[in-house]
T-cell receptor, first 111, second 111 residues
């Protein structure tokens, strides 16, 4: 079955440093979504990418979808303590009616 | 709009007991999902539904049953709970395979 892996599993940064998480799928994706889950909370949608090579920005967050539509990345510039949480990518394959979630990257930010 | 609600929020069961988790959404979404999340792990799909009266198996369906008798409700049943089913359960809904809206989760402990 389809597998979606994320690296790293965990990253600890000082506030102000940059952070990047990478997502890799074993199969080509029709779209990819990113979610953030704060400790003790539920996943919250951040963004959806559909086109090959697409790049989208949300303030300090930059999302990329690979040319082959099998990988994606999330980059956070100048992290803040409010960025703490686990970031998940989730992909849709073909005409599937469901998302396959990645393993997640837990981000810890300290002052 | 309440979005996606889940009941109960917490539950403790003894091995062999049964229970039903209720998910309700008020966004008129066709698609609904049940996930489980174990410590340090991502979201694993249990069952999902693409419309009233239809259900399908996800990645980890064994030991669970579901029903979607009304469009706004998606029920997850455990017929004979086992300690391995101790987890946090999330329900989500979406318009097709777009952004998923998650409920606050149910924390289940099976002793």
């Amino acid at each position: 079955g389809q597998q979606v892996m994320q690296i790293p599993q965990y990253q600890h940064v000082q506030e102000g440093e940059d952070f990047t998480t990478y997502c890799n799928s074993s199969t080509t994706l029709s779209n990819i979504q990113w979610y953030k889950q704060r400790p003790g909370g539920h996943p919250v949608f951040l963004i959806q990418l559909v086109k090959s090579g697409e790049v989208k920005k949300q303030k300090r967050l930059t999302f990329q979808f690979g040319e082959a539509k099998k990988n994606s990345s999330l980059h956070i510039t100048a992290t803040q303590t409010t960025d703490v949480g686990t970031y998940f990518c989730a992909g849709v394959t073909g005409t599937a009616s469901k998302l396959t979630f990645g393993t997640g990257t837990r981000l810890q930010v300290t002052l | 709009n309440a979005g996606v609600t889940q009941t109960p929020k917490f539950r403790v069961l003894k091995t062999g007991q049964s229970m039903t988790l209720l998910c309700a959404q008020d966004m008129n979404h066709e698609y609904m999902y049940w996930y489980r999340q174990d410590p340090g792990m991502g979201l694993r799909l249990i069952h999902y539904s693409v419309g009233e009266g239809t259900t399908a198996k996800g990645e980890v369906p064994d030991g669970y049953n579901v029903s979607r008798l009304k469009k706004q409700n998606f029920l997850l049943g455990l017929e004979s709970a086992a300690p391995s089913q101790t987890s946090v359960y999330f329900c989500a809904s979406s318009y097709h395979t777009n952004e998923q809206f998650f409920g606050p989760g149910t924390r289940l402990t099976v002793l």
